[in-house]
């Protein structure tokens, strides 16, 4: 039979990693096995009950790339499906009415004020099978009854959750780690209901570098945020993927379509898995060294628009495309774009404190440097190789090495001790008069 895997979101207004590992994991389940993918959105807290926060979760689902084949189904839209379920359940004795003293009430009608409670059988033993954490065992003598719908006409969590999962002919559920507890709740609905169980997985814990649980508050754990920094959707699908599972072949870094290929979910592990924003970074950014020219220029447009720190008016997109070449290979992410070349189209370059106090500390020889390095582009050939020989000389005469010698002239040129190569760009991209008006300025300034 052809696997059934649903992903069944609960909105909250933004698509959380963990989340969206959850989702990447059921879609490799189902792309991998051939699989159905099925969308299913658990909105029936009335509070998220809210169109917006749905969107948000779809627009981030399909900038990742992980479309669904069935959905997304409400469930928010099978309350009466769920109240009819838990009738029979009055109506067989598994459940019962009590007040809001917990007491139980006679009768098998709901009524306004009165809960359902599920009745734990006592004393026995409830096993499955956890495609990741193998067998896993409870007593019914250590759960509670527990309500299964609220006295204000609601159905709780588990009882949808059970309800929708055995309508829906599911087959397969992967999710987060802190659901596993519910399982044997969940069971016992479905025993009650006279169906079959799926087959559940349960990804490990995510934790941060404390190896405490990521939290809303302390992390960053929204995927839009990470989509806003300028990360790839492949790269952040394949860095997902990396959190608690691994190639058999340790190559890390690959694509979604290749990951379906060699996806297999007996090889995710039990143990939390640490989210590593530089681990991430890396491969963003080999990510990003991959991109054609073309597919580059068309992705890194949001970071060079509008919301760019210089003049728009200043802007030179053939500049822009020409230093493209230089820097691709240096991002970690799209949004590190503004800051590799806003020193061309800003009128003076924006410089950065702490790289004019790293290297202007000796500001008689670093006077004396720039003066050199001036004096000799004042009527050289304007190239790359001349260029850096220029300074190479220029550093010999105060002392300083080719590394040393470079670096106040890039902070003065642009801001920044970290950039672009700096031969290249001047050659490529400024004009004689242009650098030297910086270094004079920022000789003024020392
Ligand atoms: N709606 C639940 C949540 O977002 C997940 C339910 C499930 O995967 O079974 O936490």
Redesign the pocket.
């Known amino acids: 039979m052809k696997p059934r895997v649903r992903f069944?979101?609960?909105p909250t207004g933004f698509l959380h990693v963990g989340?969206a590992r959850t989702a990447l994991f059921n879609w490799l389940y189902a792309r991998s096995t051939g699989g159905t993918y099925i969308l299913r959105i658990?909105d029936t807290d009335q509070e998220r009950n809210r169109p917006e926060l749905t969107q948000q979760l779809l627009q981030e689902l399909d900038w990742l790339g992980l479309d669904w084949d069935e959905g997304p189904i409400f469930q928010s839209e099978k309350l009466e499906r769920h109240r009819e379920v838990v009738q029979t359940f009055l109506e067989s004795g598994h459940a019962y009415l009590c007040d809001d003293e917990n007491r139980e009430v006679e009768g098998t009608s709901f009524a306004q004020g009165l809960a359902v409670r599920f009745r734990m059988p006592q004393d026995k033993t409830i096993s499955f099978t956890d495609l990741v954490r193998g067998e896993v065992t409870f007593n019914t003598d250590d759960l509670e009854d527990f309500v299964i719908w609220r006295s204000n006409g609601t159905p709780m969590f588990l009882l949808a959750?059970a309800v929708d999962d055995a309508d829906m002919g599911i087959t397969h559920?992967i999710?987060g780690e802190d659901?596993l507890s519910g399982v044997p709740k969940v069971l016992l609905l479905l025993d009650a209901m006279g169906v079959e169980h799926p087959t559940y997985a349960h990804l490990p814990l995510l934790v941060n570098e404390q190896r405490k649980k990521l939290s809303k508050r302390r992390d960053d754990v929204a995927v839009g945020d990470y989509r806003g920094k300028g990360f790839l959707p492949e790269a952040m699908v394949n860095y997902l993927a990396l959190l608690g599972w691994g190639p058999p072949d340790g190559v890390e870094i690959r694509s979604p379509s290749e990951i379906v290929e060699i996806f297999n979910i007996e090889d995710v592990n039990k143990a939390a898995a640490f989210f590593d924003i530089q681990k991430f970074e890396h491969i963003n950014s080999s990510y990003l060294r991959g991109l054609s020219k073309e597919d580059f220029m068309q992705r890194v447009e949001p970071w060079i628009g509008k919301e760019a720190p210089w003049p728009e008016e200043n802007f030179d997109q053939d500049k822009f495309s020409t230093m493209a070449d230089l820097i691709q290979e240096k991002l970690r992410t799209l949004s590190d774009t503004p800051r590799f070349v806003d020193f061309l189209f800003l009128e003076q370059p924006d410089i950065d404190e702490d790289s004019w106090k790293k290297t202007m500390k000796d500001p008689e020889v670093v006077d004396s440097l720039l003066s050199h390095v001036a004096n000799s582009f004042e009527d050289c050939e304007w190239e790359t190789e001349i260029l850096k020989d220029l300074v190479t000389k220029a550093g010999e005469k105060v002392e300083l090495k080719l590394g040393k010698a470079q670096a106040p002239l890039r902070v003065a040129v642009t801001g920044r001790t970290v950039g672009p190569p700096l031969f290249e760009t001047m050659a490529c991209c400024m004009t004689r008069e242009e650098v030297l008006k910086r270094i004079s300025t920022a000789r003024k300034s020392l």
Request: aromatic letters at 0%.
């Open positions: 069944a979101p609960s989340s658990e959750n559920a999710r659901l």
